[in-house]
């Protein structure tokens, strides 16, 4: 299936890859090069007309991180989450200081998400 995509985010969402956060750093080092459970994680991709920290088509799974740049954005949130739910994807927030602190528990965490949106992944 072909996810919409705005063409006009694509070099912001080229910036955002090179402006990561250290969470998102930390992140895309446990999961590139199908690190975890041979799956492949693209980050910051354009969907519609929002820009995802991670993505996995393989299991049509979204990964955000939230930290400061979400603080006082749950309506923003719920409304793209709303979105991306309505194209069949999967939606799972992992909170920054979690990444810092806890990298083997969202690795576990990510896991099992995978695992419980396709159990033969």
Not at 63 to 72: C, L, Q, V
Not at 92 to 101: P, R
């Amino acid at each position: 299936m072909a996810l919409p995509m705005n063409k006009s985010l694509t070099e912001r969402a080229r910036q955002l890859r090179k402006d990561s956060t250290l969470s998102e750093i930390l992140f895309w080092n446990e999961v590139k090069n199908k690190k975890l459970d041979g799956l492949d994680f693209y980050r910051q991709k354009v969907i519609g007309n929002y820009i995802v920290d991670f993505f996995c088509a393989r299991l049509n799974v979204v990964i955000e991180i939230d930290g400061y740049t979400h603080d006082n954005k749950y309506e923003y949130d719920a409304h793209r989450d709303k979105y991306l739910r309505s194209l069949g994807l999967h939606v799972l927030h992992i909170y920054d200081e979690d990444v810092k602190q806890d990298m083997n528990g969202v690795l576990q965490m990510v896991h099992h998400f995978c695992n419980s949106v396709s159990p033969r992944y």
